[in-house]
């Protein structure tokens, strides 16, 4: 791929890589990331996560690495519904490291998540991305993603509730 990245399903070893690129990205003062806790995973916990994600059909997870150090400047994961009637579904989260914006990563992610959708039988990619986040919204929009609806209060960040825009590709 040109841009100087790489986009290639994740492995275990990746783990200590794409841990740091989670605390880099939920440290940003927009607070991209949320978790019951407020922390990622262990790097432990990580690359248990992605032995099992490997073994599993119904999920991906990709990874963008910079060529010239290996890096890891993005990360995506897909995970179809586990309910019966909306098996067609996948929800996907996307996070990419700042220096590395803007420069087809998250495009570049998003088309390997098509891509495995179109070969596990996905019709329909969603996701939430927070209302003030536009760089993303706009990049969505311009993939092809669509606004479905908004979920007032849907994620916790400490005391307080947040809203989410749901947005979804039709594959």
């Keep these: 791929m040109s841009g100087g990245f790489v986009v290639r399903p994740a492995e275990p070893g990746d783990a200590e890589g794409l841990v740091r690129l989670a605390r880099a990205v939920s440290a940003e003062p927009e607070a991209w990331l949320i978790s ?36 890891i400047i993005g990360r995506l994961s897909l995970a179809r519904d586990t309910h019966p009637a909306s098996a067609h ?4 989260g996307l996070m990419v490291a700042l220096d590395a ?23 329909k990619l969603e996701l939430h991305v927070f209302p003030w986040n536009e760089p993303a919204i706009q990049l969505y929009e311009r993939f092809g993603f ?6 007032k209060g849907h994620y916790r960040r400490g005391d ?11 594959v």
């Design 36 to 71: 019951a806790d407020g922390e990622w995973r262990s790097v432990g916990d990580e690359r248990r996560y992605l032995k099992a994600v490997r073994r599993y059909p119904h999920a991906a997870v990709y990874v963008a690495e910079r060529e010239s150090d290996r890096a």
């Design 89 to 92: 579904v996948a929800d996907l």
């Design 101 to 123: 914006r803007r420069q087809g990563v998250g495009r570049a992610l998003l088309e390997a998540a098509v891509e495995w959708a179109r070969g596990a039988g996905i019709r």
């Design 146 to 151: 669509e606004r479905e609806g908004y979920r």
């Design 160 to 170: 307080e509730t947040v809203d989410a825009v749901l947005m979804a590709f039709t």
